[in-house]
C-alpha cells in the first residue's frame, strides 16, 4: 500500500517529536514531500527528544523527501513565514496535519492566566493561523485536505487542554461545512487513549485536575494510519468528521487492515467503538 501519498506536499506541525514525528514519517513512507514544522532545532532536555532535523532525517530513511522549517505556531508572522517557504519550494500544499499543541499546568480554578492564555495561542490560534495560510493555495487548487488534532481530553478529564480540543473540534466541523463546495476536507482525529509520546511521559502532578491516569498505552501505529487515510480524503469521500483512530479505521480501511490494527492495539481500543458519544 505504499505510495498512497506520492506527489503530495504535506505541513505537518509539532514535527520534531511525539505524534507529529511518527505521522510525519508516515507520510514520507507512503510517497510525500513532508515539511516538518516546528520550533526545536536542537535539543535541550533529554526527556523531550527529537529536532526538526532528526525528523526530516527519519522521513527521507522512510522513502519520502523532507523539508525542515522553524515555526512557532503561535505567531501568525512565523507561520505565514512557514508556509511562504514551503510554497516558494514545492508550488503547492497538499495536507496540512495541525499537530502542534501544549499542555500548561494546573486546573482552570487555580493556573495562572498567562497558562491559559498560552494554551489557546498554541492549541487553537496556531490552528487556524495554519488553516488561513495553507487555504489560499488549496483554494486555487481546488484540493487538499486538512487534518486537525483533538484529544480524549475534550471528552473526559475536565481540563483546560480539554478545552482547546473541543474549540478545534468545533472549528473543524464548521470549516468543513464552509468548504464542503470547494475542495477542501477537514477532518479531526484523536488517538483512543494514550500513546506513549515524550509529551504524554513528560512529569505531570496526579494532584492537578488535568491529570489522566494513563492506563494500557497503545503504539503509534493505527493512529499513523488514520492520518494517513484522512489526509487521502476528499469532502466527497469524507469531511467533517471528529474521530478517534480506532473509528477512523472501521469507516475507511478494508477488513483486513483494521482487523491489523486492532490486535495491535490494547482491549480499550477495540471497547472503544461501542461506546456512543
Known amino acids: 500500500m505504499a505510495g498512497r501519498l506520492k506527489g503530495k506536499v504535506a505541513i505537518v506541525?509539532?514535527?520534531?517529536?511525539?505524534?507529529?514525528?511518527?505521522?510525519?514519517?508516515g507520510f514520507g513512507r507512503e510517497g510525500a514531500t513532508v515539511a516538518v514544522a516546528a520550533r526545536t532545532e536542537q535539543e535541550r532536555d533529554p526527556r523531550l527528544p527529537g529536532t526538526i532535523y532528526e525528523t526530516a532525517r527519519l522521513v527521507e530513511e522512510a522513502g519520502g523527501a523532507a523539508?525542515?522549517?522553524?515555526?512557532?505556531?503561535?505567531?501568525?508572522?512565523?507561520?505565514?513565514?512557514?508556509?511562504?517557504?514551503?510554497?516558494?519550494?514545492?508550488?503547492?500544499?497538499?495536507?496540512?496535519?495541525t499537530n502542534a499543541a501544549i499542555q500548561t499546568p494546573g486546573a482552570i480554578s487555580t493556573m495562572e492566566i498567562?497558562?491559559?492564555?498560552?494554551?489557546?495561542?498554541?492549541?487553537?490560534?496556531?490552528?487556524?493561523?495554519?488553516?488561513?495560510?495553507?487555504?489560499?493555495?488549496?483554494?486555487?487548487?481546488?484540493?487538499?485536505?486538512?487534518?486537525?488534532?483533538?484529544?480524549?481530553?475534550?471528552?473526559?478529564?475536565g481540563s483546560h487542554y480539554g478545552a482547546t480540543k473541543r474549540a478545534i473540534e468545533a472549528m473543524s466541523i464548521g470549516l468543513a461545512e464552509e468548504l464542503r463546495d470547494k475542495g477542501v476536507a477537514v477532518?479531526?482525529?484523536?488517538?483512543?487513549?494514550?500513546?506513549?509520546?515524550?509529551?504524554?511521559?513528560y512529569p505531570r502532578d496526579p494532584g492537578q485536575d488535568d491529570y489522566l491516569e494513563l492506563g494500557e498505552l497503545a503504539p503509534p501505529d493505527s493512529y499513523v494510519e488514520a492520518v494517513v487515510l484522512l489526509a487521502m480524503q476528499t469532502p466527497q469521500t469524507?469531511?467533517?468528521?471528529?474521530?478517534?483512530?480506532?473509528?477512523?479505521l472501521r469507516a475507511l480501511a478494508?477488513?483486513?487492515?483494521?482487523?491489523?490494527?486492532?490486535?495491535?492495539?490494547?482491549?480499550?481500543?477495540s471497547a472503544s467503538l461501542a461506546v456512543a458519544r
Open 114 to 157: 498567562r497558562h491559559w492564555e498560552l494554551e489557546f495561542r498554541v492549541n487553537v490560534h496556531g490552528p487556524f493561523y495554519c488553516i488561513r495560510a495553507v487555504l489560499p493555495a488549496m483554494l486555487e487548487q481546488k484540493s487538499g485536505s486538512i487534518v486537525t488534532v483533538s484529544s480524549i481530553s475534550a471528552h473526559r478529564g
Open 67 to 97: 523539508f525542515p522549517v522553524v515555526c512557532n505556531v503561535a505567531d501568525n508572522e512565523s507561520v505565514q513565514a512557514m508556509v511562504k517557504s514551503v510554497l516558494d519550494r514545492y508550488g503547492r500544499v497538499d495536507v496540512l496535519m
Open 187 to 201: 477532518n479531526c482525529l484523536r488517538p483512543v487513549g494514550g500513546i506513549g509520546t515524550p509529551g504524554l511521559l
Open 13 to 25: 506541525t509539532g514535527a520534531s517529536r511525539g505524534l507529529g514525528q511518527h505521522c510525519a514519517v
Open 254 to 269: 478494508d477488513e483486513a487492515t483494521f482487523e491489523r490494527f486492532r490486535a495491535l492495539n490494547p482491549p480499550n481500543w
Open 238 to 248: 469524507r469531511t467533517g468528521a471528529v474521530w478517534t483512530d480506532a473509528e477512523a
